[in-house]
């Protein structure tokens, strides 16, 4: 399978192929015609007739939305892209399959791919893409939006419960203010304190991978 994905990834003809055409492909109605004016899709033919369960062909798709959101890059790009992800126990490609396995719906498999193309451009790092890559992967995406409510370098007070689902997953973090200076009472009634102050606010600012998810936020998620 990674051999016939690495093809399409590098294939000129990538942003010749529609999610349409992958689904006939899954469905066994593209037509020999269409296999002659496309050639790479012959790459996936072959991968669905090797993998032929229902579970195999979801993964397929969800394969193909994320390489389809690569279709406008140049080689160089794509294979920059592999090799920044190649390690020793693993090719960039089986990465990127490995991660794709770990996405539950279309629409993450579509962020992931813009994700990838970040990564191909050069405009994020290596560890910063696999950071928002498991992000993603644990995310239930429509939380990530209320990372737009923050700026970067700035701390705010909040209502936590408001936010907790961004907390749990690292993109906030807790700073504690000084405490407030704790000075005599003047007591009016027996029962007013003795003391006052001592109070301490609790701001949240922005993590690093926050930060980082911030910066690319519209990007990956245009809708």
Not at 126 to 155: C, E, H, N, P, S
Request: proline share 2%; with cysteine.
């Amino acid at each position: 399978m990674k051999e016939q994905f690495t093809e399409i990834i590098k294939s000129k003809d990538l942003h010749d192929i529609t999610i349409d055409l992958v689904e006939k492909v899954l469905d066994n109605e593209i037509t020999n015609e269409v296999l002659k004016e496309i050639p790479v899709l012959k790459s996936l033919v072959a991968v669905k007739n090797i993998y032929t369960s229902y579970t195999d062909k979801i993964f397929i798709k969800k394969t193909m939305n994320v390489l389809l959101e690569l279709g406008d890059l140049d080689v160089d790009e794509k294979d920059e892209l592999l090799a920044e992800l190649d390690e020793t126990d693993e090719s960039g490609i089986e990465k990127i399959l490995m991660a794709v396995d770990r996405l539950e719906t279309i629409k993450k498999c579509k962020v992931y791919g813009r994700l990838c193309k970040l990564k191909a451009k050069g405009e994020i790092l290596v560890w910063d893409f696999l950071r928002l890559t498991k992000l993603i992967q644990d995310a239930y995406l429509d939380d990530l939006a209320l990372i737009t409510d923050f700026k970067k370098g700035d701390k705010k007070e909040i209502w936590e419960e408001n936010y907790v689902a961004i907390i749990a997953l690292g993109l906030l973090f807790q700073e504690p203010s000084e405490q407030m200076p704790i000075e005599r009472n003047y007591q009016y009634d027996d029962g007013d304190p003795e003391f006052k102050g001592g109070e301490i606010k609790f701001y949240y600012r922005l993590s690093d991978v926050g930060e980082t998810l911030l910066t690319h936020y519209h990007y990956l998620f245009p809708e």
